[in-house]
């Protein structure tokens, strides 16, 4: 009999194999023992749902009692969430916090004295219908950067350098891309340009590829406008040889953030899907996200790995490359805001 589930819970799916911690795959979950169809078809899926239930919650209680000794919490691994996770790199006091605080909901501390964050804390920021994780970070210095922090911007989508520009510009640069040199962090754009997300590998792109560039793209925050000496951004440029792409921005009075996040987004270079049932109204709410180059096979994997296999046929809506309810194959290109249908056979 089939399972026919519904889009919360094929959402809830996505989000319990995403989930980095005991807790956030045990709330996916619990969502989705919430919305699984309750019929004859179903009951095998729900019972092996309920005994990965129990077993989390056992893990968790075992966790927090630290029986067994208790387990190692890497404080350094901030799990990912949302369509993309930027981490901010950059000295003490550059206005890091600031701008996470002033972008998400996290409760980070800003203070006018350095080395305020001394561990990696995660935010959310919103950009139309998406959110894009934004990962504060401990200040690092010439001398001295926690051990740990390398595998905070290892796991990151993107890096953002944070540069005070009422401070030392160009002692901030020097400190900040030695440091990401001497890990290979910055990615040689020339070379490798699709190979930032966590899907699996595009035709022709070999695990090799991905193991030997671990550089991720990398852009410049230049904040604390609204105190900068004129000029300062001018120069900073003049004097970087490295092409990177400078965002302006004031924590303080919000300026630039709008066009911050914009190019956040453009950056993380995803197309935003809206899948629909056939019959049904598309859920333009709540899209897929997925690398751009995506096909719709891409899509029916990611909402489905079991099914997309079984994916027979499929309709495109706001697409620039097909009229709407057109059939497309497997390997039609997903475009931004698409609606697709999904016909398993
Ligand atoms: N005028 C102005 N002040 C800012 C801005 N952003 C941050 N500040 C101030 O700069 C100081 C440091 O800001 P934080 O955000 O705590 O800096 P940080 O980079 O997180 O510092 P660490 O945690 O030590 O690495 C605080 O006093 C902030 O109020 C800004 O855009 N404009
Ligand atoms: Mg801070």
Known sequence: MPANLTQQYLKAEQRYKAAGTDEERLDALEEMLREIPKHKGTEHLQADLKKRRSKLKAAIEGGGKKAGGGKHVDVFHVPKSGTGQVALVGMPN???????????????????????????????????????????????????????????????????????????????????????????????????????????????????????????KTFVIATKADIAPAGTLDTLKELTERPFEYIEVSAETGAGLDILIQRIFEMLDVVRVYAKKPGKEPDMTDPFTLKRGSNVHDLAYLIHRELADKLKTAKAWNSPNAYDGQNVPREHILSDKEIIELHFG
């Open 94 to 216: 550059s206005g890091k916090s600031a701008i996470v605080a002033a972008m998400t909901n996290a409760h980070v501390h800003v203070a006018d004295y350095p080395f305020t964050t001394d561990k990696p804390a995660p935010g959310m920021a919103k950009y139309e219908d998406v959110q894009i994780q934004l990962v504060d970070a401990p200040p690092i210095t010439a001398d001295f950067v926690p051990p740990g922090l390398v595998n905070t911007y290892r796991n990151a989508d993107m890096l953002a350098i944070v540069i005070d520009l009422a401070g030392a510009v160009l002692e901030q640069m020097e400190v900040c891309t030695a440091y990401l040199d001497s890990h290979k962090l910055i990615l040689n754009e020339t070379k490798t340009p699709s190979l930032l997300r966590g899907t699996p590998p595009l035709q022709g792109e070999s695990c090799l590829d991905r193991a030997t560039h671990l550089g991720r």
